[in-house]
């Protein structure tokens, strides 16, 4: 068993075959490419986990990890810190508003002889739960105005870490001004601590309507419905390579009902897959 020597913490630094290492594995198991240039970015996350472990050196969680066993306890919280969680309330919000004035509607008149249909939406990498709460807010509205419908949302992400925080609803009041005022009111509640930092949740009857479970896109099946109505895959593919996105868009789509939506970001694209969709508008594309 090697001894590890302590080393201070601005001093220390990954070695080249040690982050290759780091890089391979997360590539292997979510699918996530971390070039060198990340390198410093990892060390920085991982500094957490080092003195959780007390553990006095990236040299020794590298022995740790690889070499002493500990990768099946480890590999959740790896994930944790290597994964990148960027998202805000109503972020790229035209695809909203196309929820709202189009596709909804759509989704519904498909659905005519049912009686109050029950609507699935699935955020596939909802991060912290802001993607989600924002579908919420809008079918809620949309449900105020007309009650001939219900809804239900899921949302999955391979950081454990994140997916607390979305079943909390709890967020940085700073983080909730792109929500319009109204939706704010109906919607949100303000701490009233004194002296902390102010922060806001999701009301309880939204937070009943948003479960989130952990899932890894990179897994070869999803288990979930086969009837989603609308599935949100938004700025996660980028991180992906090209046949790893063919793969992950193809198991999606085979959850959407016939009709159904699959939303992507706008920096993402569905160009050269042969999977049976059509586009009906920018980064939103239609099970045949």
């Not at 004035?101 to 008149?109: C, D, F, G, K």
């Not at 239900?152 to 319009?180: C, F, K, M, W």
């Not at 949740?201 to 890894?216: A, G, H, K």
């Not at 009837?227 to 063919?246: E, G, M, P, S």
Request: aromatic letters at 8%.
């Amino acid at each position: 068993m090697s001894t590890a020597r302590l080393v201070p913490a601005d001093d220390d630094h990954l070695s080249h075959a040690d982050f290759g290492k780091i890089a391979t594995l997360i590539g292997q198991e979510v699918g996530i490419r971390l070039p060198p240039t990340k390198r410093m970015m990892v060390e920085g996350r991982l500094r957490r986990r080092l003195r959780a472990l007390d553990l006095p050196s990236f040299d020794a969680y590298c022995d740790y990890v690889f070499r002493r066993g500990g990768l099946d306890q480890e590999l959740v919280y790896l994930i944790n810190v290597v994964t990148t969680n960027k998202t805000d309330f109503f972020r790229e919000a035209e695809h909203f508003e196309l929820m709202q004035s189009t596709l909804v509607p759509n989704l519904l008149r498909a659905r005519s002889g049912e009686r109050r249909p029950l609507l699935k939406v699935w955020s596939a990498a909802s991060s912290t739960g802001a993607e989600a709460y924002t579908i919420a807010m809008v079918l809620a509205e949309m449900a105020r105005h007309q009650d001939n419908f219900k809804y239900a949302i899921l949302g999955t992400d391979v950081s454990t870490d994140v997916l607390a925080q979305g079943t909390r609803g709890v967020y940085p009041a700073e983080q909730i001004a792109p929500v319009p005022q109204d939706m704010q009111s109906r919607y949100l509640m303000w701490s009233r601590q004194s002296g902390s930092r102010a922060e806001v949740r999701i009301v309880p009857e939204l937070r009943r309507l948003v479960r989130f479970q952990r899932l890894n896109l990179m897994d070869s099946a999803y288990p979930y419905d086969r009837d989603v109505d609308i599935i949100f895959l938004r700025n996660v593919l980028i991180y992906f390579d090209k046949a790893d996105q063919a793969a992950v868009i193809g198991r999606l789509v085979s959850h959407l009902r016939p009709g159904g939506y699959l939303l992507l970001g706008h920096s993402e694209s569905m160009i050269g897959t042969t999977i049976p969709v059509r586009q009906v508008a920018p980064a939103v594309f239609q099970r045949l």
